[in-house]
């Protein structure tokens, strides 16, 4: 995780910038600053797509 950035993780997990807002209440327009460069995202930010990320696919990594 230390090496993605933010927009890697999103599209890791198949979101939208308009999903990653609405699902951390985060401004539409805050998102798309971090991923154009003008401002970078919180650790925890990344740290929390990070939870939800592994918590979406603990079922998946179960079946197999």
Known sequence: MANMNFKDMR?????TQRQVSDIYRIPYST???????????????LKMMWE?????????DRIL
């Open 52 to 60: 939800l990320y592994k918590l979406r696919n603990k079922d998946f």
């Open 31 to 45: 998102i798309q600053k971090w991923e154009h460069g003008i401002c970078v995202p919180p650790d925890y930010v």
């Open 11 to 15: 599209h890791k997990m198949g979101l």
